[in-house]
């Protein structure tokens, strides 16, 4: 008899570095940038002057996130209409992270609830390969008084995930289970518990983490997003902007070369991660890190190059380079709005609005299912 023995991360590692360094051209999956040193020099990489899509992406959320929960709940609806929703709802995350970007929003929420006391507590379902960055998100209740956080370990491409539409009752107390919307009157009336109303679901998509993906990765994520969800529910994907005469490609290069070189640490800290992992002997100071703008594909491409011919050992194989010969480690997509309309439209949602800042740099896409 044959028992099923789990994969190891290690195994798993080892199969995509070797898969990736045996093909050509040479290419490193994105994901294993992401070990605990990895995920330092992301946040190190957030704070950079150069790295304009958190601080703008950010910005947005500052500046519009009340005009996004109306839109969401209202769509069309004039900024100056009162708050006026005929459904309960709920936020959900894909790719959560540490949610610094999504607390704004989440207050937003909470104050809206508080005004209208449709329902008694925000939830908040953030999903993220990482448990430890579902801390962060997790501890976002401890600072936001009426949220509550329901968050879910999983890789939302690979693995399945759930979006919770309904929320228990306080037992009795007025809340989401015990109240339906008289959208007449505009106010909650109460009803017996077992016909909680269906929560809309908002679930946010940002950071530009779309832009890792390929337009064929892309659209199946969105698709399988899509079939979570349910008509009124939407999508507010964050996307990095192309070039344009408000933003030189020079703009875009800069935040994927910085000049303090933490960007190169984190292209190259992969290496150091196969050297510990894989027991590889990668010799770091004889790689370099380049970032290129690929026009043609509307992406900035990280690689690794070889500054001299070498060869590299991993598990018993054999890796040749040939000098300047590259390890192709990420592709990040930029945008145009119509490409991101496209997008939308092909995997089932409408786009409803468009929240940009005042240089076009990033955009904020709320799409609705209908
Ligand atoms: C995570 N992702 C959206 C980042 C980006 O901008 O593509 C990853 C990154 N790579 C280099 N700098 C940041």
Do not use: C
Request: aromatic share 8%; no cysteine; glycine share 4%.
């Amino acid at each position: 008899m044959t028992t099923a023995t789990p994969i190891s991360l290690n195994e798993t590692v080892l199969n995509e570095a070797l898969a990736g360094l045996t093909s050509i051209p040479k290419t490193l999956s994105p994901w294993l940038f992401y070990d605990q040193r990895g995920s330092d020099l992301f946040e190190q990489i957030t704070d950079l002057p150069e790295y304009y899509l958190t601080r703008t992406e950010r910005a947005l959320f500052a500046t519009h996130a009340d005009d996004i929960l109306r839109e969401f709940l209202s769509p069309g609806a004039p900024a100056t209409q009162a708050f006026r929703s005929p459904n309960t709802f709920t936020i959900a995350e894909l790719g959560a992270g540490s949610a610094s970007k999504t607390g704004l929003l989440l207050q937003a929420a909470t104050r809206l609830q508080a005004a209208t006391r449709l329902q008694p507590e925000i939830l908040y379902q953030p999903i993220d390969v990482s448990a430890s960055a579902l801390e962060a998100a997790e501890n976002l209740a401890a600072s936001i008084p009426g949220l509550t956080v329901q968050s879910q370990v999983a890789n939302y491409v690979t693995e399945p995930y759930t979006l919770q539409h309904s929320v228990a009752s306080n037992s009795g107390a007025p809340g989401l289970a015990s109240e339906t919307w008289d959208s007449q009157n505009a106010r909650a009336i109460n009803s017996p518990a077992s016909s909680a109303p269906r929560t809309r679901v908002l679930a946010l998509y940002i950071g530009s983490s779309i832009g890792n993906f390929s337009p064929e990765e892309s659209h199946a994520i969105l698709r399988r997003l899509r079939s979570h969800l349910q008509p009124g529910d939407a999508l507010l994907l964050g996307a990095d902007l192309a070039p344009s005469s408000h933003k030189p490609v020079a703009t875009i290069l800069a935040a994927y070369d910085d000049a303090e070189g933490v960007t190169a640490a984190f292209n190259l800290n992969v290496l150091t991660r196969l050297n510990r992992e894989l027991d590889a002997d990668f010799n770091v100071d004889r790689f370099v890190h380049r970032a290129r703008w690929n026009g043609n594909d509307s992406r900035i491409e990280m690689h690794l190059e070889s500054l001299l011919p070498q060869v590299v050992h991993i598990a018993g194989h054999r890796i040749s380079f040939a000098q300047f010969e590259t390890i192709h480690t990420e592709n990040s997509y930029k945008f145009t709005d119509e490409a991101l309309s496209a997008l939308l439209t092909r995997s089932g949602f409408t786009p409803t609005r468009t929240f940009h800042d005042p240089t076009r740099s990033f955009a904020l896409t709320l799409a609705h299912t209908v």
